[in-house]
T-cell receptor, first 107, second 114 residues
Framework: AQRVTQPEKLLSVFKGAPVELKCNYS??????LFWYVQYSRQRLQLLLRHISRESIKGFTADLNKGETSFHLKKPFAQEEDSAMYYCALEYGNKLVFGAGTILRVKS | DVKVTQSSRYLVKRTGEKVFLECVQD?????MFWYRQDPGLGLRLIYFSYDVKMKEKGDIPEGYSVSREKKERFSLILESASTNQTSMYLC?????????????FGDGTRLSIL
């Protein structure tokens, strides 16, 4: 069965420090993965998807099929990055989400 | 820009009531979804619809039903509300053009069942 695991409920870093939000997945097919973000008092929105190989707001994520991971990284955290981050796996037209990680960037 | 609108931001109902949550999208998307969002559990899919009058159960459909009479509108129904259905409910929509289509979310409805 498909599953997404985000092992950290809360990640707290200082401004300017590197950030890595972990995501591991379980899926027998070829994975299509996303990161969604929800800033305070805003709706959940797409941050990036692995197929695009893009960098959004300084964040990147690389799919590692050997480790079944899709970790989200940013070299230098900013206070405005504070939010809830969800990793999601697509199957069919549906998504299965991880439990989410709260990122708190301290000044 | 895609707009997904949920009819209520906050809703308080009593145990046993029949509750309707409404969602409308304005981008002619084929797919629509209802999730509930709970701390520590992330988003869990309740039901989704890939066309008018078509629906499929998600991971936690018990106690819920849905209706999609028009393409732009997807309703979630709590047949007889219970306290364990107190949650944040999110509606989303997406295009049906193969894989990797992002889902667009509404603001959510925070439902409290007393």
């Amino acid at each position: 069965a498909q599953r997404v695991t985000q092992p950290e409920k809360l990640l707290s870093v200082f401004k300017g420090a590197p950030v890595e939000l972990k995501c591991n997945y379980s899926y027998s097919g070829s994975p299509e993965l996303f990161w969604y973000v929800q800033y305070s008092r805003q709706r959940l929105q797409l941050l990036l998807r692995h197929i695009s190989r893009e960098s959004i707001k300084g964040f990147t994520a690389d799919l590692n099929k050997g480790e079944t991971s899709f970790h989200l990284k940013k070299p230098f955290a900013q206070e405005e990055d504070s939010a809830m981050y969800y990793c999601a796996l697509e199957y069919g037209n549906k998504l299965v989400f991880g439990a989410g990680t709260i990122l708190r960037v301290k000044s | 820009d895609v707009k997904v609108t949920q009819s209520s931001r906050y809703l308080v109902k009593r145990t046993g009531e029949k509750v309707f949550l409404e969602c409308v999208q304005d981008m002619d998307h084929e797919n629509m979804f209802w999730y509930r969002q709970d701390p520590g559990l992330g988003l869990r899919l309740i039901y989704f619809s890939y066309d008018v009058k078509m629906k499929e159960k998600g991971d936690i459909p018990e106690g819920y039903s849905v209706s999609r009479e028009k393409k732009e509108r997807f309703s979630l129904i709590l047949e007889s509300a219970s306290t364990n259905q107190t949650s944040m409910y999110l509606c989303a929509s997406s295009q049906d053009r193969g894989l990797n289509q992002p889902q667009h979310f509404g603001d959510g409805t925070r439902l409290s069942i007393l």
